[in-house]
């Protein structure tokens, strides 16, 4: 039986990620980035398809778990009949940058609270998604123990426990009473290169409490959902590459969005878009330096012609990040294919650049001064943007069915030339702004006269259906909240797009995406209805809302793409950055800080 989303904690170094089971499974790690192959990928199948389980032998044992404060430490406590015992679970992370490249590390530190405690050791190592059985041997002697793996470029050194083959998995076991600890680390290392030393856990856990409770203690945010703020804020620092500045939309692929159906995708890269509203939301908080990082990244990923911009690239702006289907793996729950890339980074976004714009204008005003090459970067992707002015695009759900005129894309191709008339305007930057200022009125006015039926926006050029994105165009600026229209559109997003009580993406069934089946409630578009809400001064309904948005989240304060609100379970890809960073604008939006525009 799969395990349930909620019940995953996430590790992270801000390099890669690790996703550990309520049962103390370690079900997810790709190494050593992100968007690598996996050693472990149970989620997508079963656990022979890697896995490591470290928890107690009494089959009775009961838990309970929580991060160490405002970090990825996670402690899972354990009482058995005979004792009680910690986990605490653990990625270190740090500011040496050479330390990806010579090693990776996840720690396992059991601690003896009261009593005795056994706990049973299951590793079954799978590098490259579980295509390739690693080549092991054990290296140590009786009193350190060392178990050396390896496939192809791939290394890893398992240490503080005597393991045992049995076929394809090791077994051990591990004993601690009260004041004991012992450590179990696993670290990865290129194959072609000598093991790494033995790790300094006392040193690496102070290091990594100090260095993420040190980060959060800067956040900006004093209202009734700061507990959610901050863990939601910590997820999108969590998702930001330590080293090149990109921020994945997931820690995750292929969790589907319908539980046995095919919309199963990978989310381990650089979208724009929902970099760009990470990056607003962490700006909103103080965090200036990120967004310098960010906009370093943006620099490199888009060098070159801008007709050649992609709407996502790998996490240090990699361009070819072609979809595949991987059959060896049975899916989450059976959901299959299982992809690794994803065919939509040659899609047309029309969205996208105006995305961008909007959050470089927005670090602008934040005090985010201009390199060299910043502001050339903007008029180029201006002048992209001029020049796909009359292309018809897929959206900001990536439909794979017919390219539209999408009202949101149209939109932000506004706030593209709004943007850039502002930066001229009030920066004092050089630009063509006469023909900024005319491309800014043409979009209006075919918005006004094409985006609107019946009183209300529209989903796209044609259609009287609406879709949740439009809730996105007040916070852009190119409406107020309260304008009629807008005021209209949320009504008919309540009486087309509401299911159980939260938004809809849009209504599947129209055939506007190309693809079969449907999908559970996009948590981040009820976040947005949130935000509506509150800035239209229907603030019951707004924290009615919010209160059960914010139930959805695990027991550690996580949130994966989408809810199935009958089931009761998260489903999609997890933890999701435009879950987290929707929850953000809306908490804000709630204790009145949020109400500007972007």
Known sequence: MATPIEDLALLSNCRTAALVSREG????????????????????????????????????????????????????????????????????????QQAAIDRTDLVRRVVGISGTVDFDVDLRLRFDYARALPW???????????????????????????????????????RVSAGQQVDLTLTWFPSFRPTPGPLD???????????????????????EYRPQVVRSLLVLRALTNHDTGGIAAAATTSLPEDIGGVRNWDYRFVWLRDAALTLE???????????????????????????????MYGLAGERNLPERELPQLGGYAGSRPVRIGNGAALQYQ????GEVIVTLSAGREAGLTESAFSWPLEKHLVQYAAEQFERPDNGIWEIRGEPRHFTHSRVMMWATFDRAVRAVEQHGLAGPVERWRELRQRARDEIDSRGVSNG????????????????????????????????????????????????????????????????????????????????TGRTAD?????GRLSSFANDLGLLSEEYDPVGNQQVGNFP?????????????ALCGSGRQPR
């Not at 707004?542 to 919010?546: G, I, R, V, W």
């Open 576 to 588: 999701q950055a435009f879950s987290h960073l929707a929850l953000v604008r809306a908490a804000d």
């Open 456 to 535: 209300h926006f529209v989903q796209y050029y044609g259609t009287d259906e609406v879709d949740a994105s439009l809730l996105l165009l007040p916070q852009v600026g190119y409406c107020a909240p309260d304008d009629p229209r807008m005021l209209a559109t949320v009504q008919r997003i309540e009486q087309t797009l509401i299911r159980d009580g939260l938004v809809l993406r849009y209504r599947t069934d129209t055939g506007v995406d190309g693809l079969p089946g449907g999908e559970h409630p996009f948590l981040a578009c009820s976040f947005w209805l949130v935000e509506q809400y509150a800035t």
């Open 201 to 223: 856990v006392d040193r690496a856990l102070s290091e990594t409490r100090h260095w993420w409770q040190s980060w959060a203690d800067r956040i900006e945010h004093q209202g």
């Open 25 to 96: 499974d370690v079900e997810w790690l790709c190494l050593p980035r992100l968007d690598s192959a996996s050693v472990f990928a149970a989620l997508l199948g079963d656990t022979d398809d890697g896995s490591w389980r470290l928890r107690p032998s009494e089959t009775d044992a009961w838990t309970e778990r929580r991060y160490d404060g405002d970090t990825f430490v996670l402690v899972t406590r354990w009482e058995t009949p005979t004792g009680v015992a910690e986990v605490h679970d653990f990625m270190p992370v740090g500011s040496d």
């Open 542 to 546: 707004a924290e009615a809302l919010m």
């Open 281 to 311: 939301a962490l700006l909103a908080h103080g965090f200036l330096k990120l967004a310098e990082h960010w906009r370093t990244w943006l620099l490199r990923a888009v060098a070159g012609d801008p007709a050649d911009l992609q709407i």
């Open 350 to 353: 029309a969205d996208v650049v």
């Open 136 to 174: 092991v041997r054990q290296t140590g002697s009786k009193a350190d123990p060392e178990l050396i793996a390896m496939a192809g470029p791939d290394a890893v050194a398992l240490r503080g426990v005597r393991l045992h083959p049995e076929g394809h998995q090791h077994h051990g076991s591990v």
